[in-house]
């Protein structure tokens, strides 16, 4: 990701949304509203094959399990690799939110 286009992109959305015009996307000018917090996540996006909803057994930690439900130290999945449903938003849920949850889990090397 380039931080600067991200900048860029949301100066633009927040002047049109101020505007009342999507000029971009034709957004209806009710739904505008300006983006002004400070933490933004971005990820670059892809086409890709449709998601398999399945992979890895995990606990809360998203460790992955072995075949006794028992945690495999220092391995951990997140994302479609960890998923038995889908969430919703093209696994986005599953990336962004529980791959924090794993990031945090494998820093603190439980």
Known sequence: MNPQK???????????STAGKDEDFGRNPKSLKPLEE??????PLFAGGSNTKGGLK???EHQAL???GKPIKGLYAAGEIAC???RGGAMLTDELVF???TGRAAATNK
Do not use: H, P
């Open 6 to 16: 991200l900048a860029e992109t949301l100066k633009r959305f927040n002047k049109m």
């Open 38 to 43: 400070t933490a933004f996540y971005a990820i």
């Open 58 to 60: 995990t606990n809360a």
């Open 66 to 68: 072995d075949w006794d």
């Open 84 to 86: 038995g449903l889908n």
């Open 99 to 101: 791959g924090q949850v």
